[in-house]
């Protein structure tokens, strides 16, 4: 699958810049939320058999995210363009003490290529976009639990895997300086959550609730960004000159 989409963004680079009137390298960085059900759930499970009253001190807040992108533009109202993008959050189970200390992370990071498609309109000096996303999550979750006891340390790893689709729509307002153009974006990230997680090291182990349903990593949440693109081609229109009969 992701072969094809890799391939899918080669073909599209190569067509496009041949067309295209501008061609613009963005990097998007801002804030993102993420639901992550399962996960917490695991959190709610994992505190609830602790025999002793440890604390949720983190369960998935907003964490940064970053989006760098190559987009083509045509006709002075689409844009298409090829993006990867980067999300991390994470959750933390702790109680620390006199005799010793607990601990149990997760950590969560998405690496998402995807592909964009902006219509757009000049309003006087600014630039009005909406775009719309469709890409591939892959999704890395990290478990450790660590144990300490006076001298005494245990401590314990695990990683799993899973992918799903996405769709992210998003409104952005940018202005012009000069060949750069800095904006701001605000968009809504949907996840298909189709994607199990599985054993990063066996494929066969698959993480499942109390309930036999499979646990599924959910990037939905809101993305908050600045955005800042450099024009690397701009080609304009040739002029005409008038004939004198």
Same mark, same amino acid.
């Given at each position: 699958m992701k072969y094809a989409l890799i391939l899918v963004f080669v073909c599209l680079q190569f067509s496009a810049i041949s067309l295209a009137q501008e061609l613009n390298l963005r990097l998007e960085s801002g804030m993102g939320s993420v639901k992550m059900k399962d996960l917490k759930e695991i959190n709610d499970l994992?505190?609830?058999?602790?025999?002793? =009253?440890?604390?949720?001190?983190?369960?998935?807040?907003?964490?940064?995210?970053? +989006?760098?992108?190559?987009?083509f533009s045509f006709k002075k109202i689409l844009t298409i363009g090829i993006e990867w993008a980067y999300l991390t959050s994470g959750s933390r189970?702790?109680? !620390? =003490?006199?005799? /010793?200390? %607990?601990?149990? =992370?997760? +950590?969560? !990071?998405?690496?998402?290529p995807a592909i964009l498609v902006e219509l757009w309109q000049n309003v006087s000096?600014? +630039?009005?976009?909406? /775009?719309?996303?469709? /890409?591939?999550?892959?999704t890395n979750v990290g478990y450790i639990e660590i144990l300490r006891i006076g001298t005494d340390t245990q401590k314990s790893e695990d990683s799993f895997k899973s992918e799903s689709w996405f769709y992210e729509p998003s409104?952005?307002?940018?202005?012009?300086?000069?060949?750069?153009?800095?904006?701001?974006?605000? /968009? %809504?990230?949907?996840?298909? +959550? =189709?994607?199990n997680l599985y054993g990063a090291k066996n494929k066969n182990i698959v993480l499942q609730l109390p309930n036999s349903s499979y646990v599924r990593s959910d990037w939905s949440g809101i993305r908050l960004g600045l955005t800042l693109s450099y024009n690397l081609l701009r080609r304009s229109q040739p002029a005409t000159m008038p004939l004198d009969f």
């Open positions: 994992n505190l609830k058999a602790l025999p002793f =009253d440890a604390k949720l001190t983190s369960d998935f807040p907003m964490y940064w995210y970053y +989006k760098p992108s190559l987009e189970i702790s109680l !620390m =003490d006199y005799s /010793g200390e %607990y601990s149990f =992370d997760t +950590k969560i !990071m998405s690496s998402s000096d600014f +630039k009005i976009a909406f /775009g719309n996303e469709f /890409g591939y999550a892959y409104i952005r307002i940018s202005y012009p300086i000069s060949r750069f153009n800095a904006g701001i974006v605000v /968009g %809504y990230l949907l996840d298909s +959550k =189709d994607g």
